[in-house]
């Protein structure tokens, strides 16, 4: 009995303290979960909170999206006259701005005037958008309108000839076949979804209408152009059927105010 006794004793000793160990840890475990889980839920509204301060700014006014429509400084170097209405391009809801960018570098180096058509996928004053047009922006005539409709009312409103021209996969006569005129409006449309019914329905109205036209390419492996090589093939052609005529009438030299052309050698970038 004693033997036994000790025995018992001995093994109700050893057990005790992890019987005990074993219910406290079962009673604090589900409190500290849930504190654990009530702290995460704070941290996290806590964060969502902080990020939405940070990376939601107040709505700009209508004055302050004017102001910052383009670029600093764009059209500042060149007049606004007859040579810009000859012809123009229009970027519907662009997307990516080193497409933009580059388009406002053509239509400076073609004097030919550029629209952009909200709502567009970036801020015109990005930084992309300015690096990709270099130090052209002065030299481009460039207007923003922030819809379709916005840039309807204006197109109504401009006097003399005038036509829009869509530039679409699935035009109906290739860009070299189509015969352009002073006062065409050239249109393109996203880079993801190209241009809206509504553009698309206007080109083809007989009022100011003039058509849907495509560039041809081998479409059993490649989607589409990129936007400004689209740009720069239309815009060439047109300015070829009108004899360069926008060009020839641009002041000569490169320079404003006086100064020196920005660049003297042929630079590639």
């Not at 383009?70 to 497409?99: F, M």
């Not at 699935?170 to 409006?185: A, N, P, V």
Request: glycine share 8%; hydrophobic share 35%; aromatic share 8%.
């Amino acid at each position: 009995m004693g033997s036994c006794g000790r025995s018992s004793l001995s093994f109700f000793i050893a057990s005790r303290p992890f019987h005990l160990r074993h219910q406290s840890s079962d009673r604090l475990l589900p409190s500290l979960g849930l504190t654990h889980l009530n702290l995460k839920r704070r941290l996290s509204l806590s964060i969502t909170s902080f990020s939405t301060k940070i990376l939601s700014p107040p709505p700009l006014s209508d004055k302050d999206k004017r102001s910052n429509a383009l670029p600093r400084g764009a059209g500042e170097g060149v007049k606004e006259d007859a040579r810009s209405k000859l012809l123009q391009v229009v970027l519907v809801s662009p997307q990516i701005p080193g497409n933009t960018g580059c388009i406002a570098r053509t239509c400076a180096a073609s004097a030919v005037g550029l629209h952009l058509v909200g709502p567009l996928g970036f801020q015109v004053d990005d930084a992309k958008v300015k690096r990709a047009g270099l130090d052209y922006w002065p030299f481009v005539v460039v207007k923003a309108h922030s819809s379709w409709a916005e840039f309807q009312e204006y197109f109504r409103q401009q006097e003399g000839e005038k036509r829009m021209i869509a530039f679409t996969k699935r035009g109906t006569k290739i860009h070299s076949e189509f015969s352009y005129r002073r006062g065409d409006y050239l249109l393109f449309g996203s880079e993801t979804s190209g241009l809206p019914p509504e553009a698309l329905s206007d080109c083809k109205s007989e009022l100011y209408g003039g058509g849907t036209i495509r560039i041809p390419m081998v479409e059993t492996y490649v989607r589409c152009l990129n936007l400004s090589v689209s740009v720069g093939v239309a815009v060439y052609e047109a300015s070829r059927q009108l004899n360069y005529e926008q060009i020839e009438c641009a002041p000569e030299g490169d320079s404003v105010n006086g100064e020196e052309p920005l660049f003297a050698d042929d630079i590639f970038a």
